[in-house]
């Protein structure tokens, strides 16, 4: 199984930037997808994640409000809407699945398989 992540970029203070990611097996049934972002020298770390039948969404405080995740499972395919983006936001975005169903979403190790990330970088 391979996650490709796309859409990132250069944008400004107050910008939008839409990520996607495809999950290359279409067989491949994923429970809770999710994204995570991380800057160097730091851990990698929780943004936001999605049911399987995107009933249940979950944001980290800090982008609650600004960033909408959403998922299409005929796509095989997982989206990230960043608005009203921040300089604080700039990071490598990692998209990953869980594999099997789990009740932890916001933790790194409970995700199976990840993508190679997709650079946002957001100038004051």
């Known amino acids: 199984v391979q996650l490709q992540a796309s859409g990132g970029g250069l944008v400004q203070a107050g910008g939008s930037l839409r990520l996607s990611c495809v999950v290359s097996r279409s067989t491949f049934t994923s429970y809770i997808m999710g994204w995570f972002r991380q800057t160097p020298g730091k851990e990698r770390t929780f943004v936001s994640a999605i049911s399987r039948n995107s009933v249940s969404t979950y944001y980290a405080d800090s982008v609650k409000g600004r960033f909408t995740i959403a998922r299409d499972n005929a796509k095989n395919t997982l989206y990230l809407q960043m608005n009203s983006l921040k300089p604080e936001d700039t990071a490598v975005y990692y998209c990953?699945?869980?594999?099997?169903?789990?009740?932890?979403?916001?933790?790194?190790?409970?995700?199976?398989?990840w993508g190679q990330g997709t650079q946002v970088t957001v100038s004051s």
């Open positions: 990953a699945v869980q594999r099997l169903y789990r009740t932890t979403y916001d933790s790194a190790g409970a995700y199976d398989y």
